[in-house]
């Protein structure tokens, strides 16, 4: 089985400009969550999502958004970009969330991540 | 709002001998899950170990393993017979309440093996 993949892995952005970042789960998964990743921060989550459903939001600004599509895939959005968004952003994906739909824990992998530089 | 603490930056260890990573958490909740991951430089995120709230007794796997004190809210990780391999970031994680894949962090600790 293919693992997480995240397209894609390097990134230049400059101040002000946008970036979608996308993230194919392993198949099967249908929980995606993201990550943002800095050295002075640490891991911080961002959303998660579950057949297409936004259920848990990250503490970040509404520049940042993202969607799940119906074969699980997701991406994320990044609007006006500071230079503060330059990161890490790990995707991790899996089966179904403990707890929902009866389900017990069920591994969550991540993905390689997306670097982003914002200059 | 839960909280995770790891209040060591850095460890180092010699190969084949034994080291322990300090977290301690803070929830309200009473069911809830707390692992380990690991970061080896420039790779993926792999999950080294898990451990659920309900379950008294500690998770091994192979040379790894945790001391969990529920009461206490720590959870020590354990690693025997330390290799280069081993060198890594180490992150204590906690997820819960359940029906979530949300994870909350603490800020790792930087382990290296020394041969």
């Known amino acids: 089985k293919a693992g997480v993949t995240q397209t894609p892995r390097y990134l230049i952005k400059t101040r002000g400009q946008q970036v979608t970042l996308s993230c194919s789960p392993i198949?099967?998964?249908?929980?995606v969550s993201w990550y943002q990743q800095t050295p002075g921060q640490g891991l911080q989550f961002l959303f998660e999502?579950?057949?297409?459903?936004?259920?848990n939001k990250g503490n970040f600004p509404g520049r940042f958004s993202g969607r799940q599509f119906s074969n699980s895939r997701s991406e994320m959005n990044v609007s006006t970009l500071e230079l503060g968004d330059s990161a890490l952003y790990l995707c991790?994906?899996?089966?179904?969330?403990?707890?929902?739909?009866?389900?017990?824990?069920?591994?969550?992998?991540f993905g390689p991540g997306t670097r982003l530089t914002v200059l | 709002a839960q909280t995770v603490t790891q209040s060591q930056p850095e460890m180092s260890v010699q190969e084949a001998e034994t080291v322990t990573l300090s977290c301690t958490y803070d929830?309200?909740?009473?069911?809830?899950?707390l692992f380990w991951y690991k970061q080896p430089p420039s790779r993926q995120m792999i999950l080294v170990i898990r451990?659920?709230?309900?379950?008294?007794q500690n998770a091994t796997e192979n040379r790894f393993s945790v001391n969990f004190q529920k009461a206490a809210k720590s959870f020590s990780l354990k690693i025997s017979d330390s290799q280069l391999g081993d060198t890594a970031m180490y992150f204590c994680?906690?997820?819960?309440?359940?029906?979530?894949?949300?994870?909350?962090f603490g800020t790792g600790t930087r382990l290296q093996v020394f041969p």
């Open positions: 991790a994906s899996s089966h179904v969330p403990p707890g929902l739909a009866g389900e017990s824990y069920n591994e969550q992998f």
């Open positions: 198949s099967g998964h249908r929980s």
């Open positions: 994680a906690f997820m819960g309440p359940l029906n979530t894949d949300k994870l909350i």
């Open positions: 929830t309200s909740e009473n069911n809830y899950y």
């Open positions: 999502y579950f057949s297409e459903t936004q259920r």
């Open positions: 451990q659920e709230a309900y379950k008294q």
